[in-house]
């Protein structure tokens, strides 16, 4: 390899079951409550015992779906389910119902992934 040239490293991440994209666009909702949403992710995570191990989740945030209303709004992967009004209770349920037991809370649920409308 000449000096010109550049090794580039592959990533590494921790194995996960599930990963949650939060919608954390200005669109989404107006005084920050997605982005205040996400913040809180790391603690409910931990305290639901989630952050690690088998059911270990992954989350990251994501600018814009394209879905404006009825924010905030979340994606579940590799499941496919797409929550809307993601409030702090909302996302308790979801984290007890859907990440610990697979069971998606159906009626936060306004899409699902290889189902008709």
Not at 53 to 69: D, I, M, N, W
Not at 106 to 114: K, T
Request: with cysteine.
């Amino acid at each position: 390899m000449s000096d010109t040239e550049t090794q580039v490293v592959k990533p590494k991440i921790g194995a996960y079951k599930r990963h949650l994209l939060v919608c954390t666009g200005p669109r989404c909702t107006k005084d920050g409550e997605s982005q205040q949403l996400f913040d809180s992710l790391g603690e409910k995570f931990k305290s639901a015992g989630v952050d690690a191990g088998e059911l270990r989740v992954k989350r990251s945030r994501v600018s814009c779906f394209a879905a404006c209303k009825g924010g905030p709004i979340m994606c579940v992967q590799p499941d496919g389910t797409w929550y809307y009004n993601v409030t702090p209770v909302n996302m308790d349920r979801i984290i007890e119902q859907h990440l610990k037991k697979g069971e998606p809370v159906e009626d936060l649920v306004f899409h699902q992934a290889g189902v008709d409308a």
